[in-house]
């Protein structure tokens, strides 16, 4: 069809639709749905269907049913699973501060600031230190002896001293080690 004539074609069905009561107006919708498909090339069979439809009856209008919708809202599981907030250091002391556990050693358990070195003894294939604890009692160490709270390990006995490794975690958990002395104190010095 041409422009012209659907041009033509829809004036016509505005002047006689005027004219028209409302079951009229529905039937000649139909025969133009029926027109405009036969037209465009749709199935005769399409057009068939349309035209067998009473066109007395008036037609009810057709229920849309809107489309359920899913239901997208997710649930986060948390059994057996991290809590990706949680920081590192927090699993870290839920899992035990060294310093809590029942197998550590005596040394382990005090702060290597608190205790005091007392003697020395260098020059043989396995060098050994004294300490005393703030008790008063005293323990030998050897180099590799395991000292203080924070993972400390005896690395070097030197006259007069002892070096002692300690690890410490910065704000990303990476160990960092630091190296503390002990120094023997000098017996000719006066204590305050």
């Known amino acids: 069809m041409s422009r012209q004539s659907k041009n033509t074609d829809m004036k016509t069905l505005r002047l006689v639709s005027s004219k028209i009561p409302a079951l009229a107006k529905t039937v000649i919708a139909l025969v133009g749905v029926v027109g405009l498909a036969v037209a465009c090339g749709e199935d005769e069979e399409a057009a068939a269907v349309a035209a067998a439809k009473p066109a007395a009856a008036a037609p009810e209008p057709e229920k849309v049913e809107a489309p359920k919708q899913q239901d997208l809202s997710y649930t986060y599981n948390a059994i057996n699973r991290r809590d990706p907030f949680e920081t590192y250091f927090n699993v870290l002391s839920a899992m035990g ?9 005596e040394l382990q358990k005090i702060d290597i600031d608190k205790l005091k070195l007392v003697a020395v003894v260098v020059g043989t294939a396995t060098p050994m230190a004294m300490v ?5 009692r005293g ?3 050897k180099i590799g002896t395991l000292i203080g709270r924070r993972l400390g390990q005896v690395k070097h006995i030197r006259r007069g001293e002892i070096v002692v490794q300690e690890e410490f975690r910065d704000f990303t958990g990476k160990r960092i080690p630091q190296l503390k002395e002990l120094k023997l104190e000098d017996p000719s010095a006066p204590k305050p």
Not at 97 to 105: F, I
Not at 132 to 136: V, Y
């Open 97 to 105: 501060d060294p310093g809590d556990s029942a197998n550590l050693t």
């Open 132 to 136: 005393e604890d703030p008790g008063g």
């Open 139 to 141: 323990h030998t160490v």
